[in-house]
T-cell receptor, first 111, second 113 residues
Framework: QKEVEQNSGPLSVPEGAIASLNCTYS??????FFWYRQYSGKSPELIMS????GDKEDGRFTAQLNKASQYVSLLIRDSQPSDSATYLC???????????FGAGTILRVKS | GAVVSQHPSWVICKSGTSVKIECRSL??????MFWYRQFPKQSLMLMAT?????????EQGVEKDKFLINHASLTLSTLTVTSAHPEDSSFYIC?????????FGDGTRLSIL
């Protein structure tokens, strides 16, 4: 079983819709959770971080964390074609700064 | 804030050459930096953790004698790919940790002919 799992996609949504990206993790001791966006040929850029159960909103992005279910998600409201990218879920354990990345979900927003 | 600069962005060289990649945190000090490798359509794979003033910690399967890491200051880590071969061609990305959050450089695309 992979430590961090994501559906590879592609996830296709129409412009203006809500895109929902999901991630599950295996280590119950994980403490910190991150969503990165990666455009083709570019390095990842941080979108959101979340550390406690519940929702965290930042503009059009909402991260949701459920530690009991070992599940973290990212919602993108009013999706734009510029949101088309690969979204990487990353998890950090209790000790150290090392991140474990999922394989990423490809999002395509169609205009 | 939290800008990480990586240089060079693109390298093409002959097989057997050694290539050095630099990673700098421009506006913060980073005691820990990380080196990743990403093959096409795959996720990031951590190669090693670079700690300022001490030896790097390599992930299983990564040859420490082939991928030399030096973290001589709080703002600079270097990765040297020694005697590079075509199979070492990949996208190498560094990150620097600030407050537990990793900020990534722009990456180095390495092509070995």
């Amino acid at each position: 079983q992979k430590e961090v799992e994501q559906n590879s996609g592609p996830l296709s949504v129409p412009e203006g819709a809500i895109a929902s990206l999901n991630c599950t993790y295996s280590d119950r001791g994980s403490q910190s959770f991150f969503w990165y966006r990666q455009y083709s040929g570019k390095s990842p850029e941080l979108i959101m971080s979340i550390y406690s159960n519940g929702d965290k909103e930042d503009g059009r992005f909402t991260a949701q964390l459920n530690k009991a279910s070992q599940y973290v998600s990212l919602l993108i409201r009013d999706s734009q074609p510029s949101d088309s990218a690969t979204y990487l879920c990353a998890v950090r354990g209790l000790y150290g700064n090392k991140l474990v990345f999922g394989a990423g979900t490809i999002l395509r927003v169609k205009s | 804030g939290a800008v990480v600069s990586q240089h060079p962005s693109w390298v093409i060289c002959k097989s057997g050459t050694s290539v050095k990649i630099e990673c700098r945190s421009l506006d913060f000090q980073a005691t820990t930096m990380f080196w990743y490798r990403q093959f096409p359509k795959q996720s990031l794979m951590l190669m090693a953790t670079s700690n300022e003033g001490s030896k790097a910690t390599y992930e299983q399967g990564v040859e420490k004698d082939k991928f030399l890491i030096n973290h001589a200051s709080l703002t600079l880590s270097t990765l040297t790919v020694t005697s590079a071969h075509p199979e070492d061609s990949s996208f190498y990305i560094c990150s620097a940790s600030q407050g537990g959050t990793q900020h990534f450089g722009d990456g180095t695309r390495l092509s070995i002919l």
